[in-house]
């Protein structure tokens, strides 16, 4: 074999030995968060880009719906599920990370309805609140009678009703109803308002499938990275961008 070809083999095998594991991650579409057009692939991704890289990682992204992400990690086409709320049912299947962004269910409202207000549920009696299909709300919101909810498929139809005033007031995730409005709505922002008090507070996490031989690992790499981030303000500067 001529010696060129035989030292660039050993060399390309040199290389790949030290070459950093490449993780694959996979995520449904939900901008602000995670979306294949949005700047840095959105929040949640460009968060947990960064702590994997940050901890020896390559990473590669895939965007999938729900039912395909959960399921194609599970059965290792993807080694991680990049945005994931924990339940004790899916601890089985995965083993999940501490969490690293919470997102906060917050109510919106128009601003003229100077009576309208959240600080309990009996704050929503007799209201018209918008909704939607099949979403975890917390159980007493969902099973109060006193409060008139109206379900929709999409937020952006809620934060429209609000808008002509065909619902009291509706709900969702404060980042995605401000990305929401400034995308699509930015002549009503001026006359809505997010109410400062959330009705769900809830951590998002990454998750690797238990059969994933280096599950373990990968937890705890991220876990560290996250805190080495917060440690050195990072973290808080990545927030800060996606503020607005």
Known sequence: MNKVVALLI???LLQSVGAAPVLKVVAKEEPPFMGRTLVDQGLSAKIVKIALEKAGYSISFAF????RAYEGAEIGVYDIVGSIWYTDARSKDFAFSAP?????IKFIKRKSDSGVKYDSLADLDGLIVGTLKDYAYQDDFIKSRKIIKLPQN???QNLLKLSLGEIDLTLGE???IRHELNEFMKGSVKDLEILPKPLIRRGTHIAVSRSHPDHNKIIADFDKAIEAMKADGSYDKILTEYAD
């Not at 690293?100 to 906060?104: A, M, N």
């Open 100 to 104: 690293y962004l919470f997102h906060e």
């Open 64 to 67: 999938e719906s729900w039912p």
């Open 174 to 176: 404060y980042r995605k």
């Open 10 to 12: 050993i060399f390309g």
């Open 154 to 156: 999409h937020l952006l």
